[in-house]
Each structure stands twice: as C-alpha cells, then as structure tokens.
C-alpha cells in the first residue's frame, strides 16, 4: 500500500496534537502494537583459519528485512530480530557458507550454528591472520579500458604490489603534468593499462579536446591548456612505465584485522528494496550515428540497483534515496512493518536516465537532485507529485550534489564544468560561479554555518570555497591528494574535512588560519570515498578496499574500522541521523539494500527500528 498524501496529513496533525501514537506511522498496520522481538544466536566455525569478526546475515523474508551482525569469539547474536522466518548464513570472502532456516516465533530465542569451509581458489592466499584473501585490485573505474582495441596489449602476467603512489609512478620529466591533471580521474588505476604509445595519445585528446560543456559524461579537460609537446611527453612517460610489455603495478591493500571488542556490538538493518524496481535504460548514446531520427540506446551501466545517496526528511523523518539504477527516487518509511507499505518509488519525468545523485530537502518537504546525465536540477514536491527540472543558464555538465543552505537557497555543485551554483528560494534564478583553475570538477558540497559553500576538487585535487559575502571561488591546493579530493564537510565548529581518495588521507582544513592538516588512515590501500561529521565532530569516513566504515575521532587522532554488511560495498554518500545512527545506500551489489548503521548497537537514544 503507497503512502498516501491523507495518510501523511493525518501523522502532522497526530504530532501537532501530542496523541500518543507511534512517530512518523501513517497506516493503519504501522499503528499496530510493535510485534514481540525475539533473539538468534549461534555459533561459527571453520575447517581452516580463525573465525575472527566474521559477518552474519541474517534475511528476514516474511518482513524483508536483513540485519547483519559480527562475531565475537566465535559467536554471534541478533539481537531483537521482529519474528518471521528467516535465512541465516555468514557473508566472509573465500568462506563457503551453508544457509540456515530458522523460524523466530514472537518472543522466542533460536540457534543457528554456522560451519564454513574454506575456498581457497589459485589466486587466494592466507595472510597472518589465517584469513582469505584473493587477490588484490585497486584499479580505477576510469581506467580508459573501456577503449580497449589495437593499441591495447595485455599485461605480461607479472603483477607487482607497491605501497605509495610515489612507488607506482616513477620520477620522469612528465610526472608533475600527470599528477596535476590526470590522476584525479584515474588514481591508481594507471599501473592496469597496457596501452602502446598510440593508444595513449588517442585517449589523451580525448581528455583534453572533449568540452565540457555539450557531452555530461565526458572526462575532459577541454579548458586546460596542454599542448602537442606536452601530449607527446605524456605518452612517452606512460609508455614506458605502463606500456604493453611492462609488469601490472597495483597498490597494495592491507587486510584488515576486525576488533571484536568493536565489530561485536554494531548492528546493520538493512530494507530490501522493493521487488518490481524497475532498471532503466543509460539514454542515449552520446556520439552515436543518428539513423533516420534514431539514437541508439546504451544498457545501464550498473545492470543491478544503484541507490546513490540517502537524506533524512526534516519534515517527517522519512528516508528518501536517489536511485540511479532506476532513474528515480525512493522514499522509505523505516519504521513498518509490513514491507508493502514501507516504499514509495517517484520516478523522474521527462527522461528515461539522468542519474540523480546527492539530493537534498527543504523545510517544505521539497525534493531537490542534481542529475549527473541530465545536466538539470530537480525538484519533487511529494504532497502533490509535481516534478520540476530546472535547467541551467549555459550548457554545462554533470550536477553533483544539492545542499540547502541557511536561507532556504539549494546550493549545488558540477563536476564537468567545474562550478559552484544556486538556486535562489524566492526567485528561483540560478546563478553559476566557476572554480579558478580550469576543469577543476567538484565532488562533494557543503554549507557552513555563514553560508559559505565549500567543494572538493576532484580532478585537480583542492579544497575550494564559495563565499557568501564576495559571491567570489577561492581554492585551497591539497599537495598530497595526487589530484582527487572527494566529499567534504563541515563541523559545528566551522572546521572543513575533505577525504584524499587516491592517497589514502583525511584532510583537516582550518578557515580561520587556512592550516591545511593530514591523518594518513593507518591501512595500506585505503580509498576514503565519504567524510561527514556526526553529532560529535566525528569524522566518518566508508573505504571500499577493506569493505569499511570508518571513524576518526579528532580529539584523540583514533581511526576506528567497522566492516560493511557486505564485503566490497561501494558506499557513495551517507546520512548521520540525530540519534548518531548513519543511513547509506547499496552501489555495485546484487543485493541491493538501504541501510541503517548502528555503530553502538540498539541504544536507549538509538532503539530497533522497525
């Protein structure tokens, strides 16, 4: 049953009133008495290794529902898992799992012992913690293979593993024109291509001969001056340090050893998404030849699910997602029961794949995305279902994120054309600021208490700031990033916190001095994706490469890691509720879920939902 603008109107004026119902539940089975919870426990063992910090999952399938759960020991505990029947096995690669079938009744207490084999296939080896690891890949997913044709050679079938950036790219006279414009995009994924020289070049201009302006999706630096010399210099440099015959050089990824005295007590629930989500086609494709009228269509690059990023709705706490797999956005209601009413899906009007991404919401309970393939920005107004795209004044690029700022304007930011933007609440102009350096695109948004904005420089690596007063960009250089700087945020003391993808690094940015401050995470390999403050000034952080969340906790400089419920789950953007629990999305896995973080497990001021 979808949610319903009466039954919405109804929860307003029950909270207006103070009656005594539960918060936020708008049908009449959410109203329902809370079912009595029940408890799973067990035991996990292997034929081989430790079991140390190993995930469980456990699969509601009446309420689907999974909640997913660490071992300590050799032992786990669901605890307050609502009854159903359910399907429980552990999730730990190069583990073969049995799945087990239990049925919870109300109240009750069942077990659920575990034993794992271990799969150790040829490329799998164990490290000193007795546990599997298969291989090691940091490749970049711009790494141009998508290119792959005459000028493109296999590796020789060494592989090499190194620990720094400075040891995958050699000194050479083109290194500092590489780092300065070209491992934003492509980071480490450099040491994977066999190209020859050729094949270099040709995607070399492509980089930098592609505008920015007419085609989204292009990875361009069509506004940096770089010229014939300079190109030929390039592809000599990757030639001889990538070219076809040289051994394939990847960043060596630590693994990582859980502690069970911090694994033991998170809690992941996780909502399956609705079962008929539709996946919708990637649009058009660009310089296609157009036959008779007819573009051709590209398949969606993702072919599963792609929730890209979750905000929590000042209005009435639902969980909204932009959803890039189904050109749509998802609004979960977190606290029923009864997964039939627990999602409603708005698709995006007007075309068939625009990739919403960071999305915001106003005090309205409007909807704002930005649309990494449609270049607009939009805006839902869920009470009526009424979708405006807004467009921009010049042809630009790909939107990013949406932040609302102190007056109610919706800030946004673009990666190709590089440009802060807003849109204003009473006259609804937007206006567009571009960064300093050219083709500089922003990758993370945020608004301090003043109204500053601030992004990070994705391609060339900057912390960059909009300010308020001067409507004028300034960038701040971040030296150690080898050019990606990727999400940002603010904390309540105005302090800026960016996260260095490619070398592993936290940045602290002071406005007040302009000191620039590093935390090099202490894991070899470590990609921070995210960087958002919780209610404590805590940094969190999620790092794909040893399937991670992570704190950093700056009073004392602790960095604390706490495994996803999946392993190698790409987590683009969280959301920190008021409560400290954290909410993200499911990008790149089958099991595609929307996902509340526990870090402390069920607390008084964090108790079980649904």
Known sequence: MAITDKQAMLRKL????????????FSIPSFAQEPVRGTITGTVTSDQGKVIGFRVAAHNLDRRLWYTVFT???RYTVPKALPGRYEVAVNEPGYNSPTITIELGAGESKAADIALKKDVGEDCHTNSLTNLVCGQDTRSSANLRDDEGPNFRPTAGKIVYVNTLEELFPPGPALALLKEN????HGAGWGSLHYTKEGYMRGIERMTETGPGYNPWALALGRTPINKSQKEMLADYLVTNFGPDVPERRLRVDPLAPDESVVSKQIYVSYDIPEDLPIAPGGVKIGADIVDGVIPQQRNEYDVPHLQAAFISPVDGDVWISSGGSNSLLRLHPTAYDSSERWKNYPIKGADFVHPSGITIDKQGHVYWPELGGGML???????????RHPMPQQVGALHETVVDKDGNICFDLIWGAEFGRLEAKTHKIHMYPTPTPDNGLYGLVVDQHGNMWGAGWQKGTINKWDVDTESVKEYKVPNSWGQVRRITVDSKGIVWASEFNSGILARF?????????????????NPYEAWADKFDNIWMADQPHSAMIKFEPKTAKFTFYPMPQPHQSVPKIEVADNNTIWFGTRGKKIAMAVHFYPEGYTANAPAIP
């Open 182 to 185: 070209c491992t934003g995009c």
């Open 14 to 25: 029950t909270m207006a009133f103070g009656i005594g119902l539960t918060v936020f539940c």
């Open 510 to 526: 002071d406005p007040a001095t302009e000191k620039l401050t590093e935390y090099k995470i202490p894991l070899n390999g470590a």
């Open 72 to 74: 300590s020991k050799g």
């Open 378 to 388: 939009g805006e839902l107004d869920p009470t009526t279902g009424k979708q405006i």
